[in-house]
C-alpha cells in the first residue's frame, strides 16, 4: 500500500510539472520598471536598490488575484549617466521584463555612476516605448523613477511622456531624492499626479539599518541546500547556477531576504533551471538530449529522468517551506527588537515602493494579506 501510494504521488507531481495549462487559467501580472539615476550623487540610491530588492519582491508574496499568486516581471533602466550615449538621451536599458530576479540584481551591481545629463522624461518615454508592456486590462502595470536633478531637463517634455503611461493605463510613481523643501520637486509630484501615481521624498544616503537575528544562519544553511535543487541546462545553464551564486555573495548581510525570496513563487529561472523550464512548459524532457543536461541526469532512460526531476522538486518544496516558516520567526523578532529599541522604518527606496505597491495593487483589485 505504501509503495502504491509513493507512486501514486510521484505520478501526480510528475502531470504538474509535465501538464499544459489552458489560456482560460493564465495568471495575473505584475509588471514593474525601475528607472534609477545613476549620476555621481546616486550612489546611495543604487546602494539602497541592490540591498533591498529582495524586501521588495517579499512584500509581493502573499498578494493574490482570483485565488492565485501573479507572475511579476521586473525592467530596469539607468539614466542621467555621462558614460551613457548622448543621442540616446543618457538612458540605457539594462533588462526588460524578466521574472528572473538574478538577472535583475545581477544588472543592478553592475551599475557605476557617472555625470551627468537627467533626463527624466526620456527615460519614462524610453520605457513606455522599448518594453513588452502587458495589454490584459487586469494585469497591473507601473513605473518607478527616482532621481534628484529637474524633472523637466531634455529635449523630450515629461508631460509628454507621462502621458504615455496615461494611455497606456501604466502607473507612475516619481522619487525625489532632494531637499524636500526644494522647488524642484514639485514638477517630479506633478508627474506622478498626471499618472495617477504616487510622488515620495527620500534620502538616497540614508542607511538602512540591519538587525541581526537568531535565524539568520540557519536560513542561509537552507538557502545553500535549495541552491543544490537546482537543475542546470541547456547554454544557459552554467551562466545561471554561476549568477545565482554571485547574487547570493552580493546580497551580504540580506542573504535572509535574498533566501525567503527564493523560497517564494516569484523566484523563476526557467532559461537554466530544468524544473522551472518545465513547469513554464519551455521546453519537455523528451526534447531535451544529453549533451543539454547535467552529468548526473545523462544517459538515464525518460523513465529516470522524470523521477529525478520529480524527486529533486518534491525536495526544493520541501526546503523553501522550512525557508519560509525560519523567515517568519525572523520577521516577528525584528519587530519586536525596533519596539524595544523604538526605531522606526524610515523613507528608504524600498519603503516607499513597497508603500505605493501595496496601495495600487489593491485599487487594481489584488488581494493583500
Not at 543621442?87 to 543592478?108: A, I, M, N, R
Not at 508592456?133 to 536633478?149: L, M, P
Not at 554571485?246 to 548581510?253: H, K, L, P, Q, V
Amino acid at each position: 500500500m505504501q509503495k502504491l501510494t509513493r507512486i501514486l504521488f510521484a505520478t501526480a507531481l510528475t502531470l504538474s510539472i509535465l501538464s499544459f495549462p489552458t489560456k482560460a487559467f493564465a495568471k495575473a501580472k505584475i509588471q514593474m520598471a525601475i528607472l534609477l539615476d545613476s549620476s555621481n550623487s546616486m550612489d546611495g540610491l543604487i546602494d539602497q536598490t541592490r540591498t533591498q530588492l529582495w524586501q521588495i519582491v517579499n512584500s509581493l508574496t502573499k498578494v493574490t488575484k482570483d485565488g492565485e499568486v501573479p507572475n511579476l516581471e521586473v525592467a530596469l533602466y539607468h539614466y542621467g549617466n555621462d558614460g551613457l550615449p548622448s543621442e540616446e538621451g543618457f538612458v540605457k536599458l539594462l533588462t526588460g521584463f524578466t521574472p528572473e530576479l538574478d538577472l535583475v540584481s545581477e544588472k543592478l551591481f553592475s551599475i557605476r555612476t557617472n555625470g551627468g545629463q537627467e533626463y527624466a522624461g526620456w527615460a519614462i518615454r524610453s520605457a513606455m516605448k522599448e518594453l513588452n508592456w502587458s495589454k490584459e486590462q487586469e494585469d497591473f502595470r507601473v513605473i518607478f523613477i527616482a532621481g534628484n536633478e529637474p524633472f523637466d531637463q531634455g529635449p523630450i517634455l515629461w508631460s509628454e511622456a507621462v502621458n504615455l503611461a496615461v494611455k497606456g493605463d501604466t502607473l507612475v510613481n516619481t522619487i525625489y531624492c532632494g531637499s524636500a523643501e526644494s522647488e524642484e520637486r514639485q514638477l517630479w509630484a506633478s508627474g506622478a499626479n498626471l499618472a495617477q501615481g504616487s510622488h515620495f521624498n527620500i534620502n538616497q544616503d540614508e542607511k538602512i539599518e540591519f538587525v541581526k537575528s537568531p535565524y539568520d544562519e540557519q536560513i542561509a544553511s537552507w538557502n545553500a541546500k535549495l541552491n543544490q535543487t537546482y537543475i542546470p541546462y541547456g547554454a544557459e545553464g552554467d551562466v545561471g547556477r554561476q549568477r545565482q551564486t554571485i547574487e547570493d555573495s552580493n546580497s551580504g548581510i540580506n542573504l535572509a531576504a535574498r533566501g525567503n525570496s527564493k523560497a517564494s513563487a516569484y523566484y523563476n529561472n526557467a532559461s537554466w533551471d530544468l524544473i522551472d523550464a518545465l513547469d513554464a512548459k519551455r521546453v519537455t524532457l523528451e526534447e531535451l538530449s544529453d549533451d543539454a543536461l547535467p552529468e548526473a541526469m545523462r544517459n538515464m532512460s525518460l523513465a529516470q529522468k522524470q523521477d529525478y526531476v520529480v524527486a529533486k522538486k518534491a525536495e526544493r518544496e520541501i526546503i523553501q517551506k522550512t525557508i519560509r516558516d525560519l523567515y517568519q520567526k525572523r520577521s516577528e523578532y525584528v519587530e519586536k527588537q525596533r519596539q524595544v529599541t523604538g526605531n522606526r522604518a524610515k523613507n528608504t527606496l524600498d519603503s516607499v515602493i513597497i508603500q505605493s505597491l501595496r496601495k495600487q495593487l489593491a485599487a487594481k483589485g489584488f488581494k493583500l494579506q
